[in-house]
């Protein structure tokens, strides 16, 4: 079992940054790719980001260039760094582990954009 927890979330004007976090505990951390994923008020949840277990990143399209997910695998924790922030970033943020056939979700932490 995995327990992460995302942290780091809140408000934020428009052209802010935002700095989140996401500890995870249990399982094997540094060979997990982890995720970041986001759902807006009444919308699915999304993919946003993600880095493998040997750092390779994809965004999707709307955050590339503004968005930075980085991992920390001795301490447990991947980053996801937002920059530039837009009211349409607005939503919770999920993280998400996998490894292998093994996935997990953390809480979320709401980020809200005021324009």
């Known amino acids: 079992q995995v327990h992460l927890v995302e942290s780091g979330g809140g408000l934020v004007q428009a052209g802010g940054s935002l700095r989140l976090s996401c500890a995870a505990s249990?399982?094997?951390?540094?060979?997990?790719?982890m995720g970041w994923y986001r759902q807006p008020p009444g919308k699915q949840r999304d993919f946003v980001a993600r880095?493998?277990?040997?750092?390779?990143?994809n965004y999707v399209d709307a955050v590339q260039g503004r968005f930075a997910v980085s991992r920390d695998n001795a301490k447990n924790t991947v980053y996801l760094q937002m920059n530039s922030l837009k009211p349409e970033d607005t939503g919770v943020y999920y993280c998400?582990?996998?490894?292998?056939?093994?996935?997990?979700w953390g809480q979320g932490t709401q980020v809200t954009v005021s324009s």
């Open positions: 998400n582990y996998v490894n292998g056939e093994y996935g997990f």
């Open positions: 249990g399982g094997t951390f540094s060979s997990a790719t």
């Open positions: 880095i493998t277990s040997d750092s390779y990143t």
